[in-house]
Antibody, heavy 118, light 111 residues
């Protein structure tokens, strides 16, 4: 069974940092591009970062560029999101997703909540 | 990439058909078929229902169909059922910038 399990969400003050992790199981991890997608409370979906199979291609949404860093470890079947200089508007549920082709997110984690507040 | 535009809400009675539009620019859709649709029930993670404009994801009923014409993609739900009541999002990949974005989301209500 394919599973994506996010962890690391927490309450953090503005300007703080967090590192999210996503552990994948039930499939061969390395051939898939992986994404982080977030959803602010009561709002829509926002793709914020993706990393290709070997990490050679990385993309960030303008809203997080320069503050967030995506990485992966194919040996540990995991993808990470380092979030620095957090802002109130980064408050959201963060989902880890698998891309089976191009923007075909066929598996999603359960999400991890990041709350940025003083 | 700017957010793709969807109607805020659509509704229909059981058994009817509803269509959700997703409007972008020529850069959003171009000559490529990188459009997907997601269904999200409250408190749940989104679920892929359509990818590559019109390919139904595994296990998705043929009541769901997708299409694209010019700068607008569409999702049609036929034979509307109570369990179809959810939020729906389109998504497209922009080849020139290698970026992607989601639509604004549409709430489907079954009357």
């Amino acid at each position: 069974e394919v599973q994506l399990v996010e962890s690391g969400g927490d309450l953090v003050q503005p300007g703080g940092s967090l590192r999210l992790s996503c552990a994948a199981s039930g499939f061969t991890f390395s051939p898939y591009t992986m994404h982080w997608i977030r959803q602010a409370p009561g709002k829509g979906l926002e793709g914020i970062a993706y990393i290709s199979t070997t990490g050679s291609t990385i993309w960030y949404a303008d809203s997080v560029k320069g503050r967030f860093t995506i990485s992966r470890d194919n040996g540990k079947n995991s993808v990470y999101l380092q979030m620095n200089s957090l802002r109130d508007e980064d408050t959201a549920v963060y989902y880890c997703t698998r891309d089976k082709s191009t923007v075909a997110f066929d598996y999603w984690g359960q999400g991890t909540l990041v709350t940025v507040s003083s | 990439q700017s957010a793709l535009t969807q109607p805020r809400s659509v509704s229909g009675s059981p058994g009817q058909s509803v269509t959700i539009s997703c409007t972008g620019t020529s850069r959003d859709f171009g000559n490529y078929n990188y459009v997907s649709w997601y269904q999200q029930h409250p408190g749940k993670a989104p679920k892929l229902i359509i990818n590559d404009v019109s390919k139904r994801s595994s296990g998705v009923l043929d009541r769901f169909s997708g299409s694209k014409s010019g700068n607008t993609a569409s999702l049609t739900i036929s034979g509307l059922q109570a369990e179809d009541e959810a939020d729906y999002y389109c998504c497209s990949y922009e080849v020139t910038s290698t970026s992607y974005g989601f639509g604004t989301g549409t709430k489907v209500t079954v009357l």
